[in-house]
């Protein structure tokens, strides 16, 4: 998508250090985190939020949270809170799917 922010991210368009990158998802650092620890897990392909999300999806979706779950590991927060979080509707504010990691101290709502 020619105007999405997270696709130039992803195609580089727009410089920015990732996290992690496979072949289908990139991990970068949220601009303006809502917790000690905030990290971005978009999908490559351009799905414009979850109500696109279907079947064809599953392997997808698992390996963002197997992602999640590495990501999880190497920030230490196993023993700490952590929660993953989607937004819909008028809580989304980049028609990307995306994930947010939102681990340690919670400083305001994503
Ligand atoms: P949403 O409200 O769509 O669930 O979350 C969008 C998130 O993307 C927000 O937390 C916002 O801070 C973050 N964000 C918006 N623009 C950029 C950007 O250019 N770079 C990064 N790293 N994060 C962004
Ligand atoms: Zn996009």
């Given at each position: 998508m020619d105007q999405c922010i997270f696709c130039k991210i992803i195609n580089k368009e727009i410089p920015k250090e990732f996290d992690y990158e496979s072949d289908h998802i990139v991990v970068f650092p949220d601009i303006?985190?809502?917790?000690d620890v905030h990290l971005l897990i978009v999908?490559?392909?351009?799905?414009?939020?979850?109500?696109?999300?279907?079947?064809?999806?599953g392997d997808l979706l698992i390996e963002v949270y197997e992602v999640v779950n590495k990501l999880v590991l190497e920030n230490n927060l196993r023993e700490d809170l952590y929660r993953v979080v989607v937004n819909g509707g008028?809580?989304?504010?980049?028609p990307h799917l995306h994930f947010h990691l939102l681990g340690g101290q919670w400083k305001k709502y994503v």
């Open positions: 303006n985190p809502s917790a999908p490559k392909k351009h799905i414009s939020g979850m109500g696109q999300l279907g079947r064809e999806h008028k809580a989304q504010h980049i």
